[in-house]
């Protein structure tokens, strides 16, 4: 069965630490998505990447930094960590644009975040 | 940039009954797909069912089916015969077919009573 892995499910970590956020997926989907996921505000996309090295900023990428040296492993990074970045942390894969009618998008199981 | 709107914040149904959630969209583009995603308690996102702009037919995948009104940009999930498994987050979601990043409404939580 195909999954995205998400390295934690609960993290807590201190005001001003360098956080990372690691997740890997075994479909060789070309794309990889950073959300964060907030009560009233749905899901917001962070930073998103369309192959290796390549980045794309979301809506939200102020605070984050991603990295992509591997096809199946795409990093968030929060370089200090706030409060505000208190959340649950979602990653998505998704096949290119020809695989995309006959093969579903993929989530991992969420990371919730508490920055203390 | 696109946008989604779930104007329900949360509902809820009696068992066996029928519901329908909500949703809306802003874009300029002609060809695009919309989901519905389900996210129940264990935080899992669970694809319920998909439709890609340039088809009429409005998707259904067993109990779960749309109503799909391109003009209106509107895309509304209706549950038939409601269980009790399906109490969960539902958001809905835009992609475009011509770029890879996707758009999430704010999600409507939905309670099965019994």
């Known amino acids: 069965d195909v999954k995205v892995t998400q390295s934690s499910r609960y993290l807590v970590k201190r005001t001003g630490e360098k956080v990372f956020l690691e997740c890997v997926q075994d479909?060789?989907?070309?794309?990889m998505f950073w959300y964060r996921q907030d009560p009233g505000l749905g899901l917001r996309l962070i930073y998103f990447?369309?192959?290796?090295?390549?980045?794309e900023k979301g809506d939200i990428p102020e605070g984050y930094s991603v990295s992509r040296e591997k096809k199946e492993r795409f990093s968030l990074i929060l370089e200090s960590a706030s409060t505000n970045q208190t959340s649950m942390y979602l990653c998505?894969?998704?096949?290119?644009?020809?695989?995309?009618?006959?093969?579903?998008?993929?989530f991992g199981d969420g990371t919730r975040l508490s920055i203390l | 940039a696109q946008t989604v709107t779930q104007s329900q914040p949360e509902m809820s149904v009696q068992e066996a009954e029928t519901v329908t959630l909500s949703c809306t969209y802003d874009?300029?583009?002609?060809?695009?797909?919309l989901f519905w995603y389900k996210q129940p308690p264990s935080r899992q996102m669970i694809l319920v069912i998909r439709?890609?702009?340039?088809?009429?037919q409005n998707a259904t995948e067993n109990r779960f089916s749309v109503n799909f009104q391109k003009a209106a940009k509107s895309f509304s999930l209706k549950i038939s015969d409601s269980q009790l498994g399906d109490t969960a987050m539902y958001f809905c979601?835009?992609?475009?077919?011509?770029?890879?990043?996707?758009?999430f409404g704010a999600g409507t939580r939905l309670t099965v009573k019994p």
């Open positions: 998505a894969s998704f096949p290119n644009l020809f695989d995309r009618a006959n093969q579903p998008q993929h």
């Open positions: 479909m060789d989907h070309e794309n």
């Open positions: 874009t300029s583009e002609n060809n695009y797909y």
């Open positions: 439709q890609e702009a340039y088809k009429q």
């Open positions: 979601a835009f992609m475009s077919y011509n770029n890879n990043d996707m758009r």
């Open positions: 990447s369309y192959d290796v090295k390549m980045k």
